[in-house]
């Protein structure tokens, strides 16, 4: 049997102040073979600061979209460009990322204890803490061949119709999944990141909307609830 090998494929746009440190957790992971940040036409120094570590390893690549076309997007170029058997789906910008948080993360997967897996962050809402899952997670291992025979669906959805997607396919296939807590690892929220609350709830609000307009909200709840029962 081939060895798997492990893509980390990281979305960014305008994450200047935190890829940084989401890059040095990864960097010197002995179980991430090749590292992609994509960046999705950023107009800070994100760029910059992907660079400047890049530097430092030749695994790591950055891909240049020249416009903004969204998270799904980023993801469905990285996965093209991805060479891994399985792929680590990783935010740009997590607080408190640790080495042994994304060993945790990979392990069930690449050991064969879990067909997928993602993270639960410490500050994910309360409601999803207490059901022990985050159906909208964007920290996941799964294998690369799952989306990448789907480019073309991929790059039909939403800008954040991602996440949602992939449950639907985890769910149809049956696969079981490893849900991983990380309780020092956090999301800034999005009124943080934008400056305000009134900016932040626009774009909360323009997320809802994308994942309806993937998913019903009833096919959302059986999700959660379908992942939930199929955990190891």
Known sequence: MTAATLTCIIPAY???PRIGAVLDAVLDHPLID????????????????????????????????????????AVTRGITEATGSHVLLLDSDLLGLRTDELSALIAPVLEGRADASLSLRGNAPLVWRGL????????????????????????ALPKFGLEV??????????????????????????????GGWIDGLKADAAMLGDIFHTVTPMETLRQVFSLRARRV
């Open 165 to 194: 997607f992939v449950n639907r396919l985890w769910i149809e296939q049956g696969l079981h999944i490893a849900v991983v807590r990380w309780p020092g690892v956090e999301s800034p929220m999005k009124h943080q990141k934008r």
């Open 14 to 16: 305008n994450e200047a």
């Open 34 to 73: 090749e590292i992609l940040v994509v960046d999705d036409g950023s107009t800070d120094d994100t760029v910059a600061r992907a660079r400047a570590v890049a530097q430092r390893a030749s695994r790591l690549r950055i891909i240049r979209q020249e416009r903004n076309g969204g998270k799904t997007c």
């Open 132 to 155: 022990g899952i985050d159906y909208i997670s964007g920290e996941r291992v799964m294998r690369r061949d799952l989306l990448a025979s789907r480019t073309d669906t991929l790059l």
